[in-house]
């Protein structure tokens, strides 16, 4: 990446001009064209990067094909030699962490402490996928003929990498991870409002020692550059994280030529609350749940459901907490929640809250944007917790995707079950009780995939991840990941 000096007024003074990388090289778009790209807490425009099309991901395509059918090339290196070199991308990672922090805080919008983690998290995962990649075989089977029958695991090919703009970096890594490890050669597509730190991903994956055209980064629209991939008869698979319905459209595009598909969509999480759970606990460390990354995280745990003995007491602890979360500059250190991403978003955010509103239901606190003048400029709306929720109302259903939870009552385990089912996501969700018996009768009723008990926590490296339902289709980290990303080969020899 360059900088350049600053030419409009409403750009920043270091605007970057980005590029895709796209067969070992960083390229401008076919045709030239460029977009936007904004700096949420000012509204300013940081950076410009290729609006890529049809013809880029042909290009991509094609650059990665090679990169795979060379035949001393990649998916030919031993898989500890590629380990090798994930290894070494997971070191540079982490020794460009604040750089690849600062990069995606400013274009998030995020806090700088959770970029941090990010970056961190991102180098973990690649490192995690460098020691799996010499770990990933098959298996000897006894079948009933007389003979040798065993398994191989072996690379799909050219594989097709869709991100959000939520935590850019680390969905790159849960894909970029075991795609690489088992030997596949990879297009990532970035999100158009946050393509920067992804870009910088694949600049650094060049130095790692990936060979050209190993990994490939195209930045441009969904709807074009996007869909090409999901459609490309040359990609034998795509892995998808973002909205589901954009996830139902990459479906119907990868049927084309039956491209095998990975989906992690959205959510809405429920945190289900007893009353004999440790509710001081549960009030310290909930608001984090929903209200980090400015609630826009597909685990967010937007609904929280409580016994209703606990109701008020809960009501009250949480309130409280959530007047404390610092909302503020994300380059700040304390702060813990900054602007929403884009003001797209953040008009959406507030529609939902009206939509609460006109539903009947009571705002607590938030749901405005910040009185401070120094944070006007940005797409800042604090965190608001609406009670008097009932689970039909549309924001106890939808995804709103932003800092807003909904509390709502139940009276028996069995409802609150009955409750944390009746969506049509099945991500995450945590179950707070001191009656361990019932918190895992609890964990047993609810359909989802990632559940915690007496805890938020929903992302392991080592474990899997993913949905039931609407939120998604496969699991992504740990060694469930590498199933997305390798084929199985079944091989008998007749010993006679
Ligand atoms: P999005 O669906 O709008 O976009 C995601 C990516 O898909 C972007 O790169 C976008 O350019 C691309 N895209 C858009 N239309 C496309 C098309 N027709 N064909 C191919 N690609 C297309 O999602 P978003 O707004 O970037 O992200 C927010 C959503 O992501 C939320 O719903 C959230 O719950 C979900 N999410 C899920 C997880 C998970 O692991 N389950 C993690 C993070 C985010």
């Known amino acids: 990446m360059t900088t350049q000096p600053q030419t409009e007024p409403q750009t920043t003074p270091d605007r970057i001009v980005a590029k895709m990388v796209v067969g070992g090289r960083s390229v401008d778009a076919a045709d030239g064209q460029t977009f936007d790209v904004l700096e949420p807490a000012t509204g300013r425009v940081m950076a410009s990067a290729p609006l890529g099309g049809k013809e880029d991901v042909d290009r991509a395509v094609a650059a990665a094909r090679q990169a795979f059918d060379d035949p001393k090339g990649w998916s030919t290196w031993s898989a500890s030699k590629r380990g090798r070199t994930l290894a070494k991308f997971s070191a540079l990672v982490k020794a460009h962490l604040e750089e690849l922090a600062r990069l995606e805080s400013r274009n998030v919008g995020k806090p700088i402490s959770g970029a941090r983690g990010e970056a961190l998290g991102a180098s973990l ?50 894909k970029l991870g075991p795609a690489l490890a088992a030997g596949n050669t990879c297009i990532l597509k970035p999100a158009s409002w946050t393509p920067l730190s992804t870009i910088r991903l694949g600049e650094l994956a060049l130095e790692a020692g990936f060979p050209a055209g190993v990994v490939n980064i195209v930045t441009g629209p969904g709807g074009t550059a996007g869909a090409a991939i999901a459609g490309h008869a040359g990609i034998g698979k795509v892995a998808f994280t973002g909205e589901t319905t954009t996830g139902q459209e990459i479906m119907r595009l990868a049927a084309n030529n039956v491209k095998k598909v990975s989906l992690e969509l959205g959510g809405k999480s429920p945190n289900i609350v007893f009353a004999d759970a440790d509710l001081e606990k549960f009030a310290r460390e909930s608001p984090y749940s929903v ?27 949480f309130v409280d907490a959530t007047r404390k979360v610092k909302v503020g500059d994300p380059s700040d250190d304390a702060t813990e929640v900054g602007p929403m991403v884009h003001p797209r978003q953040r008009d959406r955010v507030m529609d939902y809250i009206g939509i609460g509103q006109d539903e009947g239901a009571e705002l607590l606190v938030g749901g405005t944007a910040p009185e401070d003048p120094d944070l006007a400029a940005g797409t800042y709306v604090l965190p608001a917790v609406f009670a008097g929720v009932s689970n039909d109302m549309r924001i106890a259903r939808e995804e709103i995707f932003g ?30 009780s001191r009656d361990i018996g019932r918190a895992l009768r609890t964990a047993k009723g609810v359909q989802a995939g990632v559940l915690s008990v007496n805890s938020n926590s929903s992302v392991h490296t080592e474990a899997p991840f993913g949905g039931y339902k609407m939120s998604g289709i496969g ?20 010993l006679d």
């Open 125 to 174: 995962v690649f490192e995690y996928y460098a020691g799996a990649a010499n770990k990933i075989f098959g298996e000897t089977i006894p079948v009933s003929k007389p003979g040798l029958d065993f398994t191989l695991r072996e690379p799909i090919g050219v594989v097709g990498l869709i991100v959000p703009w939520n935590f850019p970096m680390l969905m790159a890594s849960w």
């Open 475 to 494: 699991r992504e980290l740990g060694l469930h990941a590498v199933e997305l990303y390798t084929e199985t080969k079944n091989i008998f020899v007749d």
């Open 403 to 432: 800092p807003v939870v909904s509390i709502i009552p139940f009276d028996t385990e069995e409802e609150a079950i009955r409750l944390a089912n009746a969506t049509p996501y099945g991500l995450s969700g945590s179950i707070w």
């Open 291 to 317: 209200f980090d990354n400015c609630g826009q995280d597909c685990c967010a745990r937007s609904r929280i459901l409580v016994e209703r003995s606990a109701h008020d007491r809960v009501v009250e602890l």
